[in-house]
Nanobody, 128 residues
């Protein structure tokens, strides 16, 4: 499975961006079976969990600091997961990575090592 993250950019505080994670490859279907996570990494910091959507309708997960501002969703027909980010703050600035895994359990959904596939990252900069 290959993942392509896109949609990053420069936005002012309070603004919005929508990130996309498009999956491709011979084993991608059915895409709905994959759990997809978004992680971010700021300079000098460790990669941290942002949000995830469980495969087969298993629900969504968010880190506390983005709850109410970010929304993750899936379009299985397009093999794409989206991260709608509203009310962006300077502390949201980071490279955002999407990841996918076929057999994640809920307790591992926030753990980078639990995912099998990773995209290349897209830069999000929140600054005035």
């Amino acid at each position: 499975v290959q993942l392509q993250a896109s949609g990053g950019g420069l936005v002012q505080p309070g603004g919005s961006l929508r990130l996309s994670c498009a999956a491709s490859g011979p084993s991608v279907r059915p895409f709905s079976r994959y759990s997809v996570g978004w992680f971010r990494q700021a300079p000098g910091e460790q990669r941290e969990f942002v949000s995830a959507i469980k495969g087969n309708g298993g629900g969504t997960f968010y880190r506390d600091s983005v709850k109410g501002r970010f929304t993750i969703s899936r379009d299985s027909a397009k093999n794409t997961v989206y991260l709608q980010m509203n009310s962006l703050k300077p502390e949201d600035t980071a490279v955002y990575y999407c990841s996918a895994g076929a057999r994640l359990i809920n307790s591992a959904i926030r753990t980078p090592d639990a995912y099998d596939y990773w995209g290349q990252g897209t830069q999000v900069t929140v600054s005035s």
